[in-house]
């Protein structure tokens, strides 16, 4: 479960405004900067995406595990609750 928890690494969160304004600077209109946001923002995406379904892959697994658990848990208390009750119906000699 820490993996789930545990910030990823490389992670893409906004592009850097350093690299729109060095955009700016080099003289580059305004469409030509808003194209390039968009495709960085996209490029980010991508990039966040295997990281992502790896982390939901494994939150998948944990809450399917949790609910093996749970259910052998309560197979357990039942049996040893249910047992010797079982055992009086079934007649083994």
Do not use: H
């Amino acid at each position: 479960m820490t993996v789930v928890l545990w910030p990823a690494r490389k992670w893409a969160f906004v592009l850097s405004a350093a690299k729109i304004m060095a955009r700016y600077d080099a003289s580059d209109d305004e469409a030509a900067i808003r194209k390039y946001v968009i495709v960085e923002m996209i490029k980010g995406g991508e990039r966040n995406r295997a990281q992502l379904d790896f982390k939901q892959n494994v939150f998948r697994a944990a809450a399917v595990l949790l609910v093996v658990e749970v259910a052998l848990l309560v197979l357990v208390v039942f049996l040893q609750g249910f047992w010797p009750w079982l055992l009086c119906f079934l007649d083994w000699s």
